[in-house]
């Protein structure tokens, strides 16, 4: 693992952002558990894309639709019979690879000469076999056929089967759209870089209804917008960002038109959020597989049709890597490692601290906790040197320490201390509040 990678990993460990999952019992396989700050940071990054996509833009409600759904949704949808990775073996050493990842063309590979990367061993690779990603369940006490279900590997197929009572009970008019956060998985054959590609993840996808013929520009328009939300709404450097576009031999089974989101994480230039266009392909095998008439009037055209629809598909939990990694800075000059994480998203906003444990200034913290407490989270913190509180809070991303001395009994100011500059100034205890409120707009 890279070595950035590997000291983001214990610091979320040690903080208590994210834990390998079942860990007493060794770990679980790509699956990761959200601790008390990770949570925090997880919830503010989804309720951010949330309120962007839904409170700013009228023509955009959201859904949260089931894990478990009806089988023939994922036949309809193309994932029984496409959504498959192509894995190799090696013979000597037993190392799985995606054939993807080791060759460009892998119908034009010599398996059987290739050299394994991990053993070195030449000519006992296998040849790629498909190998199907969904994880499937079984619904009701009796295994037979019939009862077989899938956990849903993308919160997209939701969207799409109940999108006509959507705009019935909204009666919105094309275009619009449609939101939604939720639970995805894939039995991903190789897991790694952390949180980056596991078999549990969240999605947080956004499906929007155009009509044919306006899908390339709504996509140029959902491209912009899906960027800026990074540098706006993140805080994430832009010059780590930018743009790829699938190339014929990358696109899913569904896209026309696809372009990722990436962003340079310390193992290189990676995939955050999709944009793709889908056309009509999902609403046209839904129609199919249903017999149900999914085609949409539009009163102004006077016409009937299926939509085009332009999806933006992010990951929940890689965006939080991407902002992980992009606010791990390690100050070497004051011996200390901040997260650098914008106030708007960052789990605490601050850490209130009375320099000593006497003389009514834990009561004063306490009461300033009390002010601030109904609008965001806050810490009260009494443990240890006030050099050492801070440093802690540092690393958990805290912007803002603030500090009850006995010159807060004397005249009501308090010492607000920057993390990332260490600055500190004094302020009446009134106008906290409103300097905190401020940083979060
Ligand atoms: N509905 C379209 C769709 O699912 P995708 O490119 O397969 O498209 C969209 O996935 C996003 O979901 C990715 O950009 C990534 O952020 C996230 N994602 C996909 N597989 C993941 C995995 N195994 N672990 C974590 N995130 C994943």
């Known amino acids: 693992m890279n070595k950035t990678i590997e000291k983001i990993v214990s610091l979320c460990k040690q903080r208590g952002f994210v834990y390998q999952s079942s860990d007493i019992y060794g770990g679980f396989g790509a699956v990761y558990d959200y601790g008390p700050l990770g949570v925090e940071l997880k919830n503010n990054i989804a309720n951010a894309w949330w309120k962007e996509m839904t409170r700013n833009h009228e023509n955009i409600v959201g859904l949260d639709s089931g894990i478990l759904m009806h089988p023939k949704i994922w036949e309809a949808s193309g994932h029984v019979g496409e959504f498959h990775d192509p894995l190799v073996d090696c013979k000597h050493c037993g ?138 709404v993140l805080g994430i450097s832009p010059e780590k960002l930018r743009f790829h576009q699938h190339g014929d031999n990358e696109l899913a089974h569904y896209a026309k ?30 129609e199919e597989f249903s017999g149900k008439n999914l085609k949409y009037f539009d009163q102004e055209n006077n016409e009937r049709y299926l939509p085009y629809i332009i999806e933006t598909s992010a990951g929940l939990n890689r965006m939080l890597l991407a902002v992980l990694s992009d606010s791990y800075w390690e100050d070497t000059e004051n011996n200390r490692t901040v997260m650098k994480f914008d106030p708007k998203i960052a789990p605490t906003k601050a ?69 990332d500059t260490q600055k500190q100034d004094r302020y009446s205890v009134e106008n906290i509040l409103k300097i905190i409120q401020d940083s979060l707009l």
């Not at 060759?103 to 070195?120: F, L, S, V, Y």
């Not at 240890?384 to 540092?394: P, V």
């Open 95 to 232: 190392a799985r690879y995606r054939a993807d990842e080791l060759a460009d063309d892998i119908d034009n590979t010599d398996w059987e000469n290739m050299k394994c990367p991990k053993c070195g061993t030449t000519g006992k690779m296998t040849s790629p076999r498909q190998f199907n990603l969904m994880f499937k369940t079984q619904v009701g006490p009796l295994e037979e056929s019939g009862s077989t279900a899938y956990l849903r590997p993308e919160t997209a197929q939701g969207i799409y089967v109940n999108y006509q009572l959507v705009q019935g009970s909204t009666r919105m008019k094309i275009p619009f759209g449609i939101a939604q956060i939720g639970k995805a998985f894939r039995n991903e054959i190789i897991a790694r870089n952390f949180i980056f590609r596991t078999r549990e993840f969240e999605q947080m996808e956004m499906q929007y209804f155009t009509q044919p013929g306006k899908d390339d520009n709504a996509l140029i328009e959902w491209k912009q917008k899906r960027l800026d939300f990074y540098d706006d």
């Open 257 to 286: 038109e696809a372009w990722d989101i990436e962003y340079n994480f310390p193992f290189g230039w990676s995939e955050v959020e999709g944009i793709h266009n889908r056309t009509d392909f999902d609403l046209k095998n839904h």
């Open 351 to 419: 850490v209130i601290c009375p320099l000593v444990k006497k003389d009514g200034l834990p009561e004063k913290a306490r009461s300033i906790i009390e002010v601030l407490k109904p609008h965001f989270n806050v810490l009260y913190d009494q443990q240890g040197s006030i050099g050492k509180r801070y440093y802690r809070q540092d690393e958990a991303g805290t912007p803002f320490g603030i500090t009850v001395d006995h010159q807060t009994i004397d005249d009501g100011t308090v010492t607000i201390r920057y993390r």
